[in-house]
């Protein structure tokens, strides 16, 4: 089955700064890559998602970049502000199942 | 639209009783739905996937016979921790999808076994 390694699993930054995350996944028929936020005690949100017959995409201050050769994506966040704080998860899903295996998950926390 | 509700929020019950979860898609049918269970600091890890009318798959290692999920309707699904224990207790999430690559998460449900 799909393996999705997620780093870092904690990251701090000043407010202002970019926050990188990457993952990377084992199964090459996963074809479809999104990625979570989730504060304490809440249900995951969808902050934004890649097909794999893209390279990037971008929705204001977050960026997704996904690399199908080496089974690897990234999430960017420039202009970190404090509400940005949270726990970030990546997943991956072939699609056709939906079913979706996520990442082990980076809290981030941007400081004043 | 595409609301998704959990019921309770969170429940304490006494080891060796069953607890009933309610998952349920308040304004779409739900042609399949996912439940997850997410301990402190960790992820979420899919427990099994439910497809309304059918028997559930579960993931590896789930026992089916302990978290009984009954999918009766497009819009419900039901989660059933029988016997429960203190390693039962854990953050239940349950997902809606009408579509492949869409799951609606519900707000989960907070299980504390004494």
């Not at chain 1, 504060?39 to 390279?55: A, F, H, M, W, Y």
């Not at chain 2, 304490?12 to 739905?33: H, N, P, W, Y």
């Not at chain 2, 579960?58 to 224990?85: P, R």
Request: aromatic share 10%; proline share 4%; hydrophobic share 30%.
């Amino acid at each position: 089955g799909e393996n999705v390694e997620q780093h870092p699993s904690t990251l701090s930054v000043q407010e202002g700064d970019s926050a990188v995350i990457k993952c990377t996944y084992s199964d090459s028929a996963s074809n479809y890559f999104p990625w979570y936020k989730q504060e304490l005690g809440k249900r995951p949100q969808l902050i934004i998602d890649i097909r794999s017959n893209v390279g990037e995409k971008k929705d204001q201050r977050i960026a997704v970049t996904l690399n199908k050769t080496a089974k690897h994506f990234s999430l960017h966040i420039t202009e970190t502000q404090p509400e940005d704080s949270a726990v970030y998860f990546c997943a991956a899903s072939n699609g056709t199942a939906s079913k979706l295996t996520f990442g082990t998950g980076t809290r981030l926390q941007v400081t004043l | 639209g595409a609301v998704v509700s959990q019921h309770p929020s969170w429940v304490i019950c006494k080891s060796g009783t069953s607890v009933k979860i309610e998952c349920r898609s308040l304004d779409f049918q739900a042609t399949t739905m996912f439940w997850y269970r997410q301990f402190p600091k960790q992820s979420l890890m899919l427990m099994a996937t439910s497809n309304e009318g059918s028997k559930a798959t579960y993931e590896q290692g789930v026992e089916k016979d302990k978290f009984l999920i009954n999918h009766a309707s497009l819009t419900l699904s039901t989660l059933t921790v029988t016997s429960a224990h203190p390693e039962d207790s854990s953050f239940y999430i349950c997902s809606a999808s009408r579509k492949p690559r869409e799951q609606f998460f519900g707000p989960g449900t907070r299980l504390t076994v004494l």
